[in-house]
């Protein structure tokens, strides 16, 4: 025990510290070390798991954009026109979108125009390129195009006031073809929505073609020609015409027809568009509320008064159906003569 406590050497007194001390001092160093550094750890890995949530959340928002995020990323697209022909008044603050409804004759298109004209918001102003002088070069395109989007063009279906989108229907033989790198820069510049309408079933709009041009001549509807009716009499009446098909230029023809929708949609991949066919439009109507989101509307159930002319099989509207179905038997084409559209 004298070891552990002193020892006397002379004249001094040696007092010795415990051997037990520095092991006590280093243990509280080591645990307060480890203490320190255990905080230290919790802390970093708390940064982290905060900035590994974060990084999660903005790739989620990215995928799945809430509304108020889609509404920030599409300002570039609205436009506040100032008509010079009339006041937007109260709605002169009220943002607008340009569109245009890019289709062939007889694809169902005015049938979508007047579904869309029935959106409270919405302002198509019908076929206007079908006048040959505002088409006769890309001067007089821009010129009309210009007068459309700034809400100067007056047509049966305008509401321009506090219309929250406003556009057009163009055929594609209308000059869009011909001057289609011009139009897509146009479109590009004045961030115009395209919507492509076109059809699946080519025969049974070459029927529908056939049949509107005899009628222009013959005048079924009491002495009136009518491309599109209201009333299931006046169906009736026109489908009771049944045109005869070349068969020997048929494959051609419908070849042609395919090779034309391709290019043109080819030509307007760089701008912002969607693309629609009538057959899902008949057989599925949430196509058109993909629309109205497609153009930022506020959802509406849309309508129209158009009512279908051939309705039922093609063999009841084709006068030539058994060489037209043994034309295209064994072709790509052979799903046209089944289709019920």
């Known amino acids: 025990m004298v070891e ?12 010795k510290a415990p051997k037990k001390s520095p092991m006590l001092l280093r243990m509280s160093v080591l645990i307060f070390s480890m203490v320190i550094g255990v905080f230290i750890c919790t802390v970093c890995l708390k940064q982290i798991s905060s900035r590994a949530r974060t990084k ?35 709605c002169s603050h009220n943002p607008v979108k ?6 062939n004759q007889r694809s169902g298109s ?14 198509s102003n019908g076929e206007i390129f079908s006048v040959i002088d505002r088409r006769k070069n890309i001067s007089t395109i821009f010129q009309t195009l210009d007068k459309v989007y700034n809400l100067d063009w007056l047509s049966s279906a305008s509401k ?15 000059g869009v073809m011909e001057h289609h790198e011009e139009i897509v820069d146009y479109f ?9 309408l076109l059809r699946r079933n080519l025969l049974r709009r ?13 005048k079924l509807l009491n002495g009136t020609h009518k491309s599109h009716v209201h009333s299931s009499e006046e169906a009736d009446t026109l489908s009771k015409y049944k045109p005869t098909i070349n068969s020997t230029s048929l494959l051609t023809e419908l070849k042609d027809m395919e090779t034309r929708s391709a290019k043109a949609l080819e030509y307007f991949n760089t701008t912002r568009h969607m693309i629609l066919y009538y057959e899902d439009l008949m057989r599925n109507r949430t196509k058109l509320k993909d629309t109205q989101d497609f153009l930022g509307l506020p ?13 039922g099989p093609l063999s009841d509207h084709i006068k030539n159906w058994d060489d037209v179905s043994k034309t295209l038997r064994g072709t790509p084409y052979e799903s046209f003569l089944e289709s019920d559209y």
């Open 160 to 174: 321009n006031q506090c219309s929250a989108a406003v556009g057009l229907k163009w055929m594609l033989n209308q």
């Open 4 to 15: 552990d406590v002193c020892f006397f050497n002379k004249d001094f007194l040696v007092i």
């Open 110 to 123: 005015g049938w979508f125009e007047t579904l869309l004209n029935s959106h409270i918001n919405v302002s």
């Open 56 to 90: 999660f959340l903005e790739i989620h928002v990215v995928d799945k954009p809430s509304q108020s995020i889609m509404k920030l990323t599409d300002i570039r697209h609205l436009h506040y026109p100032k008509p010079v022909s009339f006041s937007r008044d109260e």
């Open 299 to 311: 959802p509406m159930e849309l309508t129209s008064r158009q009512v279908k002319i051939h309705r």
């Open 206 to 218: 070459m029927v529908s073609t056939l049949a509107n041009s005899y009628d222009r001549h013959a």
């Open 98 to 103: 340009f569109f245009a409804i890019l289709s």
């Open 188 to 196: 590009n510049r004045r961030r115009v929505f395209v919507i492509f």
